[in-house]
């Protein structure tokens, strides 16, 4: 759990290698199997994107922020009543039921938007 909360969104293999340096003789199921109980259990949420399977400690409404450029994902909170607007306009704009939710928003974070302008300077 350590390694997950001190990482941002972590795949299976970063917090497999992280936790090797503590503990050497830990299987990669054993990780992978930690993390499925996790999940199952409300403690992590696992985040499927193309590129891998991540996983996202914060269990309250936020969105991530997505750098199609690096990668880095990053948590914006949002208060619970903008949540329930969204949701609410889903089941009256489509008739959509909805049974929970994950915002990705995809776009160039800060570092990669300053490291563009300093190039092209």
């Known amino acids: ?27 990669l199921a054993t990780v992978y199997n930690t993390l499925r109980t996790m999940t199952a259990r409300g ?32 948590d914006v909170e949002f208060g619970p009543e903008h949540l329930e607007t969204v949701l609410r306009h889903l089941v009256v704009a489509a008739g959509f ?3 929970g939710q994950r915002f990705d928003v995809y776009g160039v974070c800060r570092n990669c938007a300053v490291s563009a302008t300093a190039t092209t300077e």
């Open 97 to 99: 039921a909805p049974d």
């Open 1 to 27: 759990m350590r390694e997950v909360i001190s990482r941002s969104h972590p795949t299976v293999g970063e917090v497999y290698e992280s936790v090797r340096r503590q503990f050497p003789t830990i299987g």
């Open 43 to 74: 403690l992590v949420s696992e985040l499927p994107f193309s590129s891998a399977v991540r996983f996202d400690a914060n269990m309250t409404p936020h969105a991530n922020l997505v750098c199609r450029n690096c990668g880095r994902i990053e």
